[in-house]
């Protein structure tokens, strides 16, 4: 080392050579930073309390710092040649003992540490064992690398406890773990032995350089003797400088005249290189060239300055910037070249831009110069040209003749005469002609042209063309192929730079199948598609269109027709046979009305018609007799006959509204009121009729606050059985106590509750009260007493009286055979199957089922043996009539009928003692009516049972 110093190295190579203490001192100190991190990221985790793994921490910071002192002292005695074999031992002492030291806290992190912190995770133990060992061996090859031995004497003790341990303890959890451990080990030392011999070159290199040095020394011993004889040379020329002078005064004009004639030379070459070059960047070309023997490549850069760079560092740079894809075969097709087996070198490849995008260019070079003695080759030229632009408009014109081949629509290329140059095979196929057949005619050569409109339609498109260059319309054309077909065209004028029409390009589309769509859905939004009469949307939307018209229609009626009683046609017969039903009444009321404005159909049941009255037309309620008269024929259905009626409402305009709205109201107002009356009849719109319904709305809302307020009350009427006289039950029946109005009776609000869903919310609310009276009285002990609650067909259709007669019985404790609902005829008319079902039902919990009314609606006898009935109920209007004798007959048949097929027959609205002593001689079971009793509140019905009781009682003791 002291002869290193002798020679007087540079200052690089003298630094480099002492630099071993600094790298062991930094080391160490690394050291102790990496185990403070791991003593603070477990105290973290866990905590800083006294355990085996701060023991160890503790004394291993101690050594080290000893170990530090150790190589500051050192470093000040490494330069010595008598204490360099020293030191160099005691280096080899501490990195054994620091490897020492991470192999004992590797041991006593993963194996002694979980018995102080049982609650020490896996996870954490890995992780702590890492970091020790590979920022340690990270470390390590950053500065123990210059002396391999140094590096072995700490990486074999730091690992080889922990592979020991894997071994003995067989840890199979953590197998991956120690795999990966073990692959970093490997890893670690290929990096030393890499790192090594890096330094041994660079060490062979700083030898070189002494060498050269001495041999810089011995030159410069030459020189000096060289100088001195060059001085006497000097002193020699010295006596011919005269003789030169002359020559060099002839010399001067021969060079002046030479530098002249280069200079022009030089001029014309500039010139050339400059045209050269802007050749060249006009091209897109770039010259290189390759000085394989000096190892150097020489770029012309895109500022045409030429670039020199290493030809190592030139591969490098190429395998990075050429494609993946192409790197290799660019590496071979060089190679091949180089070896002599082509005469050029070619290639065409993607090279990365300073923008990171891929670029393609076209590489030509070719070996120039070789060795003569073995053909090496020793100097190679080139270009390279940037066909970026030309692979991407390559590209365009591929994607452009798919798009042309592939493209859904109909495309054709005109010349400026508009004959056709190319055509697409969607445009064969929507012509039906083959392209040859096409390529060549004009436009609508290869169109028919039969009649002189096609002809005029033509030009006027040709005249378009020529005058604004562009044409789009649609409409419906036929080829020679005899297809026809509705198209969507649009032709554009393709222009060059002198504005010169050069080529029409054409775009066809087939509409016909959007066409069709078109007026299908604009046919399903106006008609309805079962009778194909206009619907309720084209039905508004013409009446408005009427209205709005005034001038040339002043007045019109609007008719509202529904068809009587069709929901109970429809569940007799079918919806199948409905619909054909409603096919054949759209049918007639199309040909019975043929001078009708509009004839639509604007929901199940529901006609209306649209008539202009004028001088010319019969008037309006002659039309609605015929409408009427028509109906009285028969319709056949599933080769049964069916008679089938209408109601009619009718409405003026402007007399009864201008507007579609309130036109429409009054119509349907006047159909209400048709419909109320009965059917088969014509009502004329009424503003008095308005005042009704008016009232009626008025009543239904005061109506459903009276349900809310709990306004309505129960009265219950007495039935007395005609044999002993006894109470045998009561009829509930509904009273409202207005807080206004009083007292209101049930054939005022009843009505119009059965035209709302109200009625099914009265009739729940009498079943409930009835059934908790029913329990008072119970407790009272008129445990026979039943209570007889009236029933609508609403209540049953809802499909809610089942379980509004569970819960009842269940809420109030009472028994079915207490319990009696009386049932209208009306009720039988729709849904019979669901209504005899709910019937059946009711039989099954021994309720008693009462015809009520019987002989004033839909009577049928054939309900009193086919419905589970009981009970079979007069009429209060053929009680009043009494006395007459086709009444008295009439009862008397009704009483016999019932006695005859075992039901109980009775009597309401007995009010005169001749009424029940004729009853009582027909054998009527039980009467109702106000000779017994009035309607009476829960209270009084109860006085009255009970005065009842103590008569009866009083009149048995007797």
Known sequence: MSGVLEKNLPQFI?????????????????????????????????????????????????????FLIICNFSLKHYTSVRHAKKTNLTFQLICLCIGSLMGVGTVVISQLLIKDVPHLSHSHILTLTALLLTSSHIISLTFLTQHIRYFFLFFIPSVLPLVLSQIINRDQEHTLFYVAYYFSFVATLLCAHATFKIHKRFFQVLEKNKQLIDVAEQHNQWTEELCQQLQREVNKSKDIEAQLQFNNHLLEQKVRERTYDLTKMNERLEEHRQNLAFAHETAGIRPWEWNLEENTVGVTNSHQKEVTRNSENHYELLSKIVHPDDAERVKNTIHSHLCGQTKRYEETFRIKRSNGDWSWIHDVGQVIQRNPKDGTPL?????????????????????????????SEGIFILDENFNYLEVNPKYEQLTGLDKQYILNKHLFEITKQTKQHHLNFHLSILDTLHEEFEYEGEFQETYLSEKSCFLWIHINAVKDESDRVLNYIGIVSDQSERKHQEQRLSYLTNYDTLTDLPNRFYYHQQLHQYLVNEASIQHLAVIRLNIDRFRALNELLSNQAGNELLKQVAQRLRISNIDALLVAHLSADDFAIIYEMSPLHPPIHQICNNIVEAFSKPFYIADQEHVVSISIGVAIYPEHGRQVDNLNTHAEQALTEAKRLGGNTIRYYSSERTNFVAKHTDLELDLRKAIQNKELVVYYQPKINTQNSNITGFEALIRWKHPTKGLIMPDIFIPVAESTSLISDIGRFVLYEAARQLQVWQKLGFVHIHVAVNIVAQQILRGQLLQDIDAVLDQYSI?????????????????????KMVLCALKERNISIALDDFGTGYSSLAYLTEYPIDILKIDRAFISKIGDPKQDAIVNAMIAMGKTIGLKVVAEGVETEQQRDYLKRQNCDILQGYLFAKPLTASDATDYLQQHMRMSTARYSI
Do not use: C
């Open 379 to 407: 100097r190679m030229v080139g270009i390279h040209r940037d066909i970026n632009q030309e692979k991407k408009d390559q590209e365009r014109l591929k994607l452009a003749a798919s798009v042309f081949e592939q493209a």
């Open 14 to 66: 003298y630094t480099d050579q002492i630099n071993y203490p600094n790298h062991i001192r930094l080391f160490v100190v690394s050291v102790i930073f990496i185990i403070l991190i791991d003593y603070f990221l477990f105290g973290f985790f866990y905590s800083f309390d006294l355990n085996i793994f701060s023991i160890w921490t503790i004394s291993s910071l101690i050594v080290l710092s000893i």
């Open 815 to 835: 028994g079915g055979e207490n319990l009696e609902l009386e049932i209208t005829e009306s009720a039988f008319l729709e849904n019979t199957e669901n209504v």
